[in-house]
């Protein structure tokens, strides 16, 4: 099934219990190396996520402002993208391209993240596929251009997000989690996982 959110194309349970299992203990192995950090505005204030990535390139946001970057703030190179979720790419995308950033977000608690655009890729035909592991949240989508209407949907665990053509560039963000609505997290809360080409 596939159902679309203003231009962007949902999956609702594209992966089974056991995939969702499968993933997070292909990524247990990615935070071992790359531990999930937290980042914050180039004025110091925390993001309410926690982050970390694998691929090529990792997204940091930090006192030198917000960049994609080859080494973990740690210093260590990113883990290989896991292939459990280099195939839900190969199987949604429709893109050519093999991405080079897999960014690993930590919704906790009362984690939020404010309406964005993801514009900081020099390539924009290829697609950001978003895969939604854990506890339930409002993924809320607006437009290219700031402000006007927006709409949102709960994404549940297994869920997958393709943002491209139109929606590539859409103002979207996630308003909240429902916490304790998935038990598939040791601590439970949200991991998002957001695949992108990024050169
Ligand atoms: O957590 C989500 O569903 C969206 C994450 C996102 O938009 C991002 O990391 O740029
Ligand atoms: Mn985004």
């Known amino acids: 099934m596939k159902l679309s ?8 349970g594209f992966l089974t219990i056991e995939a969702q299992e ?9 935070v071992r190396q790359a531990p999930f950090f937290q980042p914050v505005t180039r004025f110091g204030q925390p993001l309410s996520v926690r982050m970390t990535a694998a691929g090529k390139f990792g997204w940091i946001s930090d006192r030198g402002g917000y960049r994609y970057a080859d080494r973990h703030p740690q210093g260590q190179s990113w883990p290989a993208i896991p292939a459990s979720v280099l195939t839900v790419w190969t199987e ?3 893109c050519q391209r ?4 897999c960014l690993i977000n930590l919704y906790r608690d009362a984690a939020r993240m404010g309406l964005h655009q993801d514009k900081d890729e020099a390539d924009v035909t290829c697609p950001v596929l978003s895969i939604s592991l854990g506890d339930d949240a ?13 709409e949102s949907l ?9 943002m491209g053509g139109a929606a590539r560039l859409a103002y979207h963000g996630v308003d909240k989690i429902r916490p304790g609505s998935s ?3 040791d601590g439970g809360g949200r991991i998002n996982l957001t695949l992108r080409v990024v050169t």
């Open 5 to 12: 959110l203003r231009g962007v194309d949902i999956y609702p």
């Open 22 to 30: 499968a993933m997070l203990a292909d990524l247990r192995q990615v």
């Open 92 to 94: 949604l995308s429709g």
């Open 98 to 101: 093999a991405p080079e950033c």
């Open 138 to 150: 409002q993924f809320r989508v607006g437009n290219v251009e700031k402000g006007g209407k927006t």
């Open 154 to 162: 709960w994404l549940r665990s297994g869920d997958v997000a393709v």
């Open 183 to 185: 038990s598939l997290l």
